[in-house]
């Protein structure tokens, strides 16, 4: 019998080719963009494109500016070939887990048609108000609760946490993980997983530094596989 896997993806830079949150205001409004590199060392960055999207609001940019955007993204064919093939095999989970936003997330895969793909979305909460303003808010609110990662995750949600606590509503049911990242914050759900689990990390970005840096002294305990171009992805998944 077929093992039960679960995949689990990071969006900016991992599903997509691109990151949400910058290239919806380089498309639109390059100044904010801009402003947005002068403020990501001061401000938290869920924060900072919540104030981003109002300031861009302020200045006439519209929701269908911002769609229009993200319906455009790089997106790699072989990113959609590899996550059907996989799909129509039908022993496998999906799970994304993200920092972007709910919005951003479904209305990119819509375009894509790819939005019966995962079973959950684990992201900071969206929506768009009768004006055409776009609220978004941090997972974790900031006026409650904190996690307590010590890993590096930022504080609008911690990964690994949010990772243990899908396995716990989904009966830790799998024989195999499959972790698909690329930024510094997919670390510490990658400490989560197991020797029988394997996270894909691409080549660019923080992730395979922190690995380099770091996966010993912090244990990291699955296989790590490299990939570049999402035809390289297709090819790995196309061996699980
Ligand atoms: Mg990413």
């Avoid at 109002?54 to 990113?79: C, Q, S, W």
């Amino acid at each position: 019998m077929a093992e039960k896997q679960l995949v689990i993806f990071d969006f900016d830079w991992s599903m997509a080719d691109q990151d949400t949150d910058r290239w919806i205001f380089e498309v639109n409004a390059p100044d904010i963009r801009r402003k947005m590199e002068d403020l990501e060392d001061k401000v938290q960055w869920t924060d900072l494109v919540a104030q981003s999207l109002r300031e861009g609001h302020e200045k006439g940019m519209k929701r269908e500016d911002v769609e229009n955007a993200l319906k455009t993204i790089p997106y790699h064919p072989a990113m959609v070939r590899a996550v059907t093939d996989l799909k129509a095999r039908g022993n496998t989970t999906f799970l994304c887990l993200s920092n972007a936003n709910s919005v951003f997330i479904s209305t990119i895969l819509e375009e894509k048609k790819l939005q019966s793909l995962f079973t959950e979305i684990i992201t900071n909460p969206a929506e768009w108000d009768a004006s055409g303003l776009l609220k978004l808010r941090r997972r974790v609110d900031p006026d409650g609760p904190q996690h307590t990662c010590k890993v590096g995750c930022s504080p609008n949600m911690c990964k690994g946490d949010e990772l243990d606590a899908f396995l716990d509503r989904h009966g830790h049911a799998f024989d195999r993980m499959v972790y698909v990242g690329d930024g510094s914050n997919d670390f510490c759900p990658a400490l989560r997983l197991r020797s029988q689990d394997t996270v894909c990390c691409r080549t660019f970005g923080g992730l395979p530094k922190r690995i380099a840096r770091d996966g010993v002294k912090f244990g990291l305990k699955c296989k790590v596989k490299y990939w570049t171009g999402a035809w390289e992805l297709e090819e790995i998944f196309s061996t699980l």
